[in-house]
């Protein structure tokens, strides 16, 4: 299945960026899409001059697009990444705000499945931010359906002071790859 998504996203992608004429031709719900993956792009290139614009006009076309299946993968995924921007500019608290932002989402199938991104919330952690990352995961468990007891032990490693092995945790809706 993530094959198949894979090539529907990498033909849309062609026919919106390789070929402007076909625009009209695609869907609205796939602009929206779009969106997200340009945001992505944008954060792996480092083009911080277009992510916070980027970033925010995707949380304004997702409150357009409350019934896409995409919907809560726009939330977590734009609030991220201003959180990690955030944290870059060195602005801890706000960082935090949107890492509890990011969690405040219906869900989606990506959620539910492969879970939530832990990127920011590592990076809070090594800034010391242990309630705020332990809040992040006790929200997290309202949307990773499968998360087979790993934010359990993710928890339960935080109090005890280690730092958790989030492993692909730290990718999953963050790469452009990835998105579903």
């Not at 409350?66 to 921007?85: E, K, M, S, W």
């Amino acid at each position: 299945m993530l094959a198949i998504s894979r090539y529907r996203l990498t033909l849309m992608i062609n026919q919106t960026l390789l070929a402007p004429t076909t625009r009209a031709t695609v869907s609205p719900g796939s602009r929206f899409v779009l969106r997200g993956v340009h945001l992505l792009r944008a954060y792996a290139h480092a083009d911080r001059g277009n992510v916070r614009r980027l970033a925010q006009e995707y949380l304004q076309a997702a409150e357009l697009n409350r019934n896409n299946r995409d919907y809560g993968n726009a939330i977590h995924q734009a609030n991220t990444v201003l959180g990690l921007l955030e944290l870059e500019a060195g602005n801890v608290e706000r960082a935090e705000s949107y890492l509890v932002a990011s969690a405040q989402t219906p869900g989606s199938p990506q959620l539910a499945g492969m879970g939530p991104n832990m990127m920011l919330a590592k990076r809070l952690l090594e800034h010391g931010r242990v309630t705020a990352v332990l809040n992040y995961l006790t929200f997290c468990g309202k949307l990773w359906k499968l998360s087979f007891g790993r934010l359990w032990k993710w928890k339960l490693e935080i109090r005890r002071g280690r730092m958790p092995d989030f492993g692909a945790n730290l990718t999953y809706l963050l790469d452009p790859h990835s998105f579903g």
